[in-house]
């Protein structure tokens, strides 16, 4: 007798606990404000990433063409997975001294992981990370970026 | 393979579960015996997922070995990141600023609810529910948001240098924290009114997959798996690292051992890591972020050995350097794989349907299990 009245209390202990979950799904079946999800390829234009997004290495270019990369290799030395290659040059200056500066500075894209310590290890702050992450592309060479715009060269005062 | 076959007893069945299966969370293979429904032995086949992290590791230098270990338990980056700064520290003997220590507590006690909430959510749907997994993105992706703000991504950080953090703590940290806290309050009754009352859970998470204390402790299970069979094995209290001493919150221990109680030593323990965040958010320090460091570290020559508590069990990290600027020879003692060991133990005489449900609760991350 015992075991009959347990085995029901059971039965409608355990049909409370599922109506219990139930209610919760009918809250946000009429509560459409609290649903939180992204229409992402929509809200594009509206979206919003923090200035720190670690999304792709660039180098800033001021209105003169001009960067402040010195072509150190610091950052090609920080970087774990060879991400980075700094191709130099020698200009000649007016007083016909060499200089050593960067004529290619090679990024690969596809190597890198965001891991930031390239530039922290900047020493000019000539490289950032930009807020981008759409990286898909057709063909894998156009990951493989030149960060340098042609014919830039690097900022007066910047050793 | 072959052989294993001719020799099973007559009326075994042996069944692959993997590498390729919703309910290994990863590319774990199951080669399981089983008798009827009845388990007869689970053997774990890894290896699917080997990156060679160790070897790779003695390439790189102590700057730049960080970022790889982000990538073993991806769900607890932060701590992964964590121990291998604080080895290295100690290896220096570096003293660390104080807001420095604070950030870096605030950040493992986030990343551990983050990666607890996915576990919930994870687990409910292995057991078949599928409304829990989207509750529990809804708090996890406010902490991605903390993350992506102050560290600038969302799962695999890097934030964790030697001497401190790689960057101070975004303005907006404090008050979006706060909100989380605030958000998390409101649903955490959600929780237990829609899986951990609910009597479908519990009948099938009762009793099932029973570990006892001294089994727990052979096998070398670590964190809530080893203290829901009554182990008390938190780092944070037994050998505690920064300032967790100085804190005060409980290590969540229950005595059952079945699938049920590591399920509540999950769900309390995301308590007390709120807890914890509650204590430091206000008191966050002010001075440096990190502690000045020479370009190029090298560390005395010797061994060196520093275990954390991750959200999933005792890691630890062990260097051996010879006095070079890349470590000789690194080894990680990953809390995935001890506990993996003990689910043949467990499984053993029970239903092939309470495989999932006991896999789910050892929370396991196949990369960490395999590195």
Same mark, same amino acid.
């Given at each position: 007798?015992?075991?009959?009245? *347990?085995y029901? *209390? ?60 010195? &072509? ?13 290659k ?38 000019? /702050?000539?490289?950032k ?31 | ?17 993997g ?15 089983i ?24 390439s ?34 570096v ?56 560290? &600038? ?31 998390? *309050? ?28 001294? /089994? ?41 051992? /079945?699938?049920?109680s ?13 807890r914890i ?14 502690? *000045? ?19 999933? &069990? ?34 053993? &005489? ?17 990369p960490?299990?395999?590195?």
């Amino acid at each position: 007798m015992m075991f009959i009245v *347990k085995y029901i *209390k059971e039965v409608f202990s355990g049909l409370k606990s599922l109506a219990i979950g139930l209610r919760r799904t009918l809250y946000y079946f009429t509560h459409h404000k609290e649903i939180i999800t992204q229409q992402y390829p929509d809200n594009r234009d509206t979206l919003v990433f923090p200035d720190r997004f670690k999304g792709e290495v660039v180098m800033a270019h001021d209105e003169n063409n001009e960067h402040a990369c010195t &072509g150190c290799t610091a950052c090609e030395l920080a970087c774990p997975n060879a991400t980075i290659k700094i191709v130099t040059k020698f200009d000649i200056s007016p007083e016909g001294k060499k200089k050593k500066a960067i004529d290619k500075f090679v990024y690969h894209l596809e190597l890198c992981t965001m891991c930031n310590l390239c530039v922290v290890a900047c020493p000019t /702050d000539a490289i950032k990370m930009a807020q981008t992450f759409e990286h898909s592309v057709f063909n894998r060479a156009e990951l493989t970026k030149v960060l340098n715009k042609p014919e830039s060269k690097v900022r007066e005062g910047v050793e | 393979m072959v052989e294993e076959i001719s020799s099973t007893p007559a009326g075994d069945i042996i069944i692959n579960v993997g590498p390729q299966h919703p309910a290994t969370h990863g590319v774990l293979h199951l080669v399981i015996t089983i008798n009827g429904e009845t388990i007869q032995k689970v053997e774990p086949h890894l290896g699917f997922i080997h990156r060679s992290i160790e070897k790779m590791c003695e390439s790189l230098s102590y700057r730049q070995f960080i970022y790889v270990t982000s990538r073993m338990d991806y769900l607890s980056s932060h701590i992964n990141n964590h121990a291998c700064a604080l080895c290295v520290e100690k290896g220096m003997q570096v003293e660390i600023p104080s807001r420095a220590q604070v950030i870096r507590i605030l950040m493992d006690e986030l990343t551990r609810i983050a990666s607890h909430e996915l576990w919930w959510g994870a687990m409910a749907m292995d057991l078949g529910a599928f409304t829990p997994f989207f509750h529990a993105f809804r708090e996890r992706e406010a902490i991605n948001d903390i993350m992506e703000e102050t560290c &600038g991504a969302r799962l695999t950080m890097n934030y964790m240098v030697p001497g401190g953090v790689m960057q101070d703590i975004h303005p907006n940290f404090q008050r979006r924290v706060k909100d989380f806290i605030a958000l998390y *309050k409101s649903k955490i009754n959600e929780y237990s009114e829609m899986v951990t009352g609910n009597i479908i859970f519990q009948n099938r998470m009762k009793g099932v997959g029973f570990l006892s204390a001294a /089994d727990a402790i052979s096998f070398g299970c670590t964190g809530p798996t080893a203290r829901g069979s009554g182990v008390s094995c938190d780092i944070r209290k037994l050998y505690p690292y920064e300032i967790y001493e100085q804190l005060e919150f409980d290590e969540i221990l229950e005595t059952g051992g /079945d699938s049920f109680s590591r399920y509540m030593v999950r769900v309390r323990e995301m308590n007390q890591s709120v807890r914890i965040i509650e204590q430091l958010i206000d008191n966050i320090p002010e001075g440096d972020f990190q502690a *000045k460091t020479k370009a190029v570290l090298k560390l005395p020559k010797g061994e060196f050995y520093q275990r954390v508590e991750t959200a999933r &069990g005792e890691l630890g990290v062990y260097i051996v350097s010879e006095g070079g600027a890349t470590p000789y020879r690194i080894k990680f003692r990953s809390p995935g794989f001890s506990n993996l060991s003990a689910l043949d133990h467990m499984a053993r &005489g029970s239903k092939l349907g309470d495989l999932v449900a006991m896999m789910g609760t050892l929370d396991l991350v196949i990369p960490d299990i395999d590195r």
